[in-house]
């Protein structure tokens, strides 16, 4: 192109440019093709992988499923070396231990919400925000290592005695045991985990409800509390519900930082203080080490719970964001 | 103008008084001011909390750090473990990132309306699934179903599962972000659609993917559930840098020592903790400044 073409080559040259373009056009063709499968591709593979792992999960299961069907949920004992595998006391401490994190932990995150994106100064949030971010950062096996190691004996020796003597008359606060490893610190562990997930969705939350809403509010004379109650609150409650739900997933699912901290009990109880177990930590302490093959087999069982439990509290995040408006753009 | 009748609010009005709410006004302001300090409490404990775990980690790990403990083997230092997890975590990404890109680049450029749902779903789906499910997966899926033993690739392939919606999600958020002008403006220059997406969408998204990119790998360096299943034999006696070994890393030494009662060990994870906290904050931090950087040049 750069040399000055010769005089009266210039149909030559279209001709060229023509033939020139056609091959650049099948080139676009097959590279745009290519791209657009590659792409699908990928997508693909993500939801091969999803459903291979519910196949292995469950395939996994199936000498226990065939040796207990529905009973192992309601079978309590769990002795490995005896051959006898029940699941509820384990389902039991995975439900108390989520509804302490969820029923501590998203009252106090919907408020720090408030607080960042409603009452705080930019200048003040911009600190904070990442500052909340980055507790959901610190990875769960430190965590659950601080807990043994620092939250666990101020636990023992001060908090649950003073629940026990003024509440004790309730079954969950029953006697505090000598270890710090019980189902109330891992319930308080995974509180501090779900805090930020709930904290930072419900701030982008509120962020989003329309400053003309809660301006027109304030005209008319509501205080700023009123003005959240009725305003703020009412508009996003769908949004909080996921924000909670994806919460509820987070806290159902892990397996490390309760490992350390519940104290690896199997039986089926109501005491917060003493030790337990929940499914998920229960895998991670006897999968390596499972004795028989119906053991591994029960442990296969309750991932599968796991499984359908998890999906179905993200689904029904997903869906609660998809379904009531606006929220479930905060929520990615 | 008629005065209130009711006694109780103030009866005449005097003007050097300072305007302030009575009754129920009052009682009003006063159960708003409450519910604010309610909400600042509540930020502060949480920065309280964040402060305490990270003190400790800081207070005791500090006393096990020196020269030795970051570049010998195990009996005086922990080096083959944080090469380990290095390797592990970067076989990890090299196995995630180029998916979740693709992915994203799917949803945002080639899915229609039917197969964009879809796909979302399953990218929250593999979000939210507990990495212990991902973990079990794996070891049913490579080492029972195969027979085959432990390796440092298995535990970078489930890692790799949990790293895929994480960066397909921040790609995805970045590519919205590419200004529509540059698309359009080399749709009308004929450029095709693939050598726009790889020479001017992707190049813009660039520092995006990066960020989220290093997120996730601050999410993987930290997670200890798949390479507890896949990677936890290996003792940290010796440097190992091949992936298809079993391969020594930080999050499973952490684990193995917190449940042994024995005080050195205790140390020694104090101070393994304080070297991953600080990897991990760093890259979450430095990830969070490119990514607001390179947010503000492109939407200017």
Same mark, same amino acid.
């Given at each position: 192109m750069s040399a000055t073409p010769p005089a009266g080559s210039a149909s030559l040259k279209l001709a060229r440019s023509n033939r020139q373009s056609d091959s650049r056009k099948r080139a676009d063709r097959v590279g745009d093709l290519s791209l657009r499968l590659i792409c699908m591709a990928a997508a693909l593979l993500a939801a091969i992988v999803l459903v291979l792992i519910a196949k292995e999960v469950v395939e996994g299961a199936h000498p226990s499923i065939a040796r207990y069907g529905l009973s192992f949920i309601t079978n309590h004992e769990w002795a490995p070396p005896l051959e006898k595998f029940g699941g509820e006391g384990l389902i039991l401490g995975t439900l108390i231990t989520s509804a302490m994190a969820l029923l501590i932990g998203a009252p106090v995150a919907i408020s720090i919400g408030i607080f960042l994106a409603l009452l705080a100064p930019v200048s003040v949030r911009n600190v904070i925000s990442p500052l909340v971010e980055m507790l959901a950062a610190i990875p769960s096996v430190i965590l659950g290592f601080w807990g043994l190691l620092i939250l666990g004996p101020v636990l023992v020796s001060t908090v649950e005695p003073f629940l026990h003597d003024t509440l004790g008359f309730i079954p969950l606060f029953g006697a505090p045991q000598t270890t710090g490893a019980s189902i109330f610190n891992a319930g308080l562990i995974l509180t501090i985990m779900v805090i930020p997930i709930i904290a930072s969705v419900s701030r982008d939350l509120f962020m989003a409800v329309p400053p003309e809403l809660q301006d027109g509010a304030a005209a008319l004379g509501s205080t700023r509390w009123e003005v959240i109650r009725g305003v703020v609150?009412?508009?996003? !409650?769908?949004? #909080? #519900?996921? *924000?909670? !739900?994806?919460? !509820? @997933?987070? *806290? !159902?699912?892990?397996?490390?930082?309760? *490992?350390?901290?519940? @104290? @690896? @009990?199997t039986e089926s109880h109501l005491s917060l203080f003493r030790n337990g177990g929940t499914i998920a930590s229960l895998i991670a302490l006897q999968f390596p080490s499972a004795v028989s093959a119906l053991h591994t087999s029960s442990l296969y069982y309750l991932a599968a719970i796991l499984l359908v439990i998890g999906v179905t509290s993200n689904l029904l995040a997903s869906w609660v964001g998809y379904r009531f408006g606006s929220a479930g753009g905060a929520m990615r | 103008m008629s005065l209130p009748r009711r006694r109780d609010v103030a009866p005449e009005f005097d003007p050097t008084q300072p305007l302030v709410g009575t009754g129920n006004l009052r009682r009003r302001h006063g159960v708003s001011r409450v519910v604010q300090g309610i909400a600042v409490a509540a930020a502060i404990a949480a920065v309280a909390v964040l402060a305490i775990v990270v003190g400790g980690v800081v207070a005791h790990g500090a006393k096990?750090?020196?020269?030795?403990?970051?570049?010998?083997?195990?009996?005086?230092?922990?080096?083959?473990?944080?090469?380990?997890? &290095?390797?592990? %975590?970067? %076989?990890?990404?090299?196995? &995630?990132?180029?998916? $979740? +890109?693709? +992915?994203?680049?799917?949803?945002?450029?080639?899915? $229609?309306?039917?197969s964009t749902r879809p796909v979302q779903l399953?990218?929250?789906?593999?979000?939210?699934?507990?990495?212990?499910?991902?973990? %079990?997966? %794996?070891?049913?899926?490579?080492?029972? $179903?195969?027979?085959?033993?432990?390796? $440092?690739?298995?535990?970078?392939?489930?890692?790799?599962?949990?790293m895929v919606p994480l960066i397909a999600r921040g790609t995805q958020e970045v590519l919205r972000l590419v200004p529509g002008h540059q698309r359009e403006a080399a749709a009308a220059l004929g450029v095709a659609r693939w050598r726009g997406v790889l020479t001017i969408i992707l190049p813009a998204a660039l520092p995006g993917i990066i960020t989220a990119t290093l997120l996730s790998v601050a999410r993987a360096a930290g997670e200890t559930a798949p390479v507890l299943l896949l990677s936890s034999f290996a003792s940290g006696d010796a440097f190992q840098l091949n992936p298809l070994e079993e391969v020594p890393n930080v999050p499973v030494r952490i684990f193995q020592l917190s449940e042994e009662a024995n005080p050195e060990g205790f140390t020694e994870a104090w101070g393994l903790s304080l070297i991953l906290i600080a990897i991990i904050l760093t890259l979450g931090l430095g990830s969070r400044a490119l990514l607001n950087r390179s947010k503000r040049k492109m939407t200017r």
């Open positions: 609150l009412p508009s996003t !409650l769908s949004g #909080m #519900m996921a *924000a909670c !739900l994806l919460g !509820l @997933g987070r *806290a !159902l699912g892990e397996a490390i930082a309760v *490992a350390q901290v519940v @104290g @690896g @009990g | 096990a750090i020196n020269w030795d403990f970051v570049t010998k083997p195990a009996p005086q230092g922990v080096a083959p473990n944080l090469v380990g997890t &290095a390797v592990i %975590v970067g %076989v990890a990404t090299l196995m &995630a990132a180029p998916v $979740g +890109i693709l +992915i994203a680049l799917f949803l945002s450029e080639y899915a $229609g309306r039917r399953v990218m929250d789906v593999m979000n939210g699934l507990p990495s212990i499910i991902v973990a %079990v997966f %794996v070891y049913a899926l490579l080492i029972e $179903g195969v027979g085959g033993k432990q390796a $440092g690739w298995k535990a970078s392939l489930a890692l790799s599962i949990i």
